[in-house]
Every structure is written in structure tokens, then in C-alpha cells.
């Protein structure tokens, strides 16, 4: 089992930036796949961005693409979250989320996909 725990969450003005970190325990990170999801109040979680076991293939939401960089250092055993330009609708709880293999059955960006997660951070972007 790997645990995973966020922090870098805040307040932040629209068009600002900041980095989320997402540290892992337990099992070897780089045996895991790494995912970023947030859920806004009242709506359901969405996928964010996703990263790949060695860190060479990314992939993101087209709502993020160009503004945010998801990154890992599996020698730190650390996942990262680069947001920038953000914008009041970035706002919410963001999740890290691990699994050895989420494209067994999915895609690699729904919430099944994935069996491990962090306790989230909070992020809000004021207008």
C-alpha cells in the first residue's frame, strides 16, 4: 500500500499560481501511477491531471491544459501540482490520487481508476 498526503493548498487572487505537493509512503513511488483530481462544493470530483510511472507521459483535462504542469520526483517520493493563471472555478478540495495500474480497465482519468488516496487540500481562488 503506498500513502499519499497533499499540501501547498491556500488563497490565491485569479491569475496567481501555486504548487500542490503530494508525498508518498509505504510502497516504492515510481511503482504508481499518479493522478490529481478536485471537487468543488457542490459538484461531483473530476479528474485534473495524470502521470505516468517514470514521469514521461502526462496527461490533463482540457479545462487545465496550458495552465497547469503535474510533475513527480520518485527519488523524493513526491507528485506536484504547478497551477497557474488560475481562476475562481479552479476553486476547491484538490486530491492526489496513486495506482499501480489505473489503465488496467480505464483510462487513467475517472476516480475508479485509481485505489489510493490523499486527504486532500484546499484551494481557493478569490475573483
Known amino acids: 500500500q503506498v500513502q499519499l498526503v497533499e499540501s501547498g493548498g491556500g488563497l490565491v487572487q485569479a491569475g496567481g499560481s501555486l504548487r500542490l505537493s503530494c508525498a508518498a509512503s509505504?510502497?516504492?513511488?515510481?511503482?504508481?501511477?499518479s493522478g490529481w483530481f478536485r471537487q468543488a462544493p457542490g459538484k461531483e470530483r473530476e479528474f485534473v491531471a495524470g502521470?505516468?510511472?517514470?514521469?514521461?507521459?502526462?496527461f490533463y483535462a482540457d479545462s487545465v491544459k496550458g495552465r497547469f504542469t503535474i510533475s513527480r520526483d520518485n527519488a523524493k517520493n513526491t507528485a506536484y501540482l504547478q497551477m497557474g493563471s488560475l481562476k475562481p472555478e479552479d476553486t476547491g478540495v484538490y486530491y492526489c490520487?496513486?495506482?499501480?495500474?489505473?489503465?488496467?480497465?480505464?483510462?487513467?482519468?475517472?476516480?475508479?481508476?485509481?485505489?489510493?488516496w490523499g486527504q486532500g487540500t484546499q484551494v481557493t481562488v478569490s475573483s
Open positions: 502521470i505516468n510511472w517514470s514521469g514521461g507521459s502526462t
Open positions: 490520487a496513486a495506482d499501480s495500474n489505473p489503465f488496467r480497465v480505464g483510462t487513467g482519468r475517472t476516480g475508479r481508476d485509481y485505489g489510493y
Open positions: 509505504g510502497r516504492t513511488f515510481s511503482r504508481y501511477v
